[in-house]
């Protein structure tokens, strides 16, 4: 599977933001930084690292007798993967329903706002 189609869930992203974070961690390490309101046990973590696995979206690397956890895919890659799968589910993918969203939320500033502006004007040239 290529890195730019990986498709992961809520509970899978969980770890890969701690594994961008921290790197080589293994699944022990791991559960010990999910979050307790999770209340994962370490079989649930074992269960979605070897998800992320199959996926292409971790690898691994043994050390002695237990495997150490990296991510194989940027934060970007995923993020641009969840972006998209937003805007296709909510949006009929489209974005600029998404943006006509967020700016009647005001969650523009006059920064966001300005950078936009310069992203419409670099993307019309």
């Known amino acids: 599977m290529k890195p730019a189609n990986v498709k992961v869930s809520d509970a899978e992203l969980q770890l890969l933001q701690i594994l961008w974070s921290e790197s080589l961690l293994s699944a022990t390490e791991l559960a010990d930084r999910v979050p307790a309101a999770r ?5 649930t973590v074992k269960t979605l690292l070897s998800r992320l696995v199959a996926k ?5 690397k043994r050390d002695g007798r ?7 895919v940027p934060r970007e890659t995923i993020a641009s993967s969840q ?3 937003l805007i296709d589910r909510l949006f009929g993918g489209r974005v600029s329903p998404l943006v006509a969203q967020l700016a009647r939320e005001g969650d523009f500033d006059s920064k966001d ?3 936009l502006e310069a992203l419409i004007k670099s993307l019309r040239q």
């Open 39 to 43: 209340d994962w046990s370490l079989t």
């Open 56 to 60: 292409g979206a971790i690898e691994t």
């Open 83 to 85: 972006v998209r799968g």
């Open 66 to 72: 237990r495997f150490l956890y990296s991510p194989a």
């Open 113 to 115: 706002l300005d950078e």
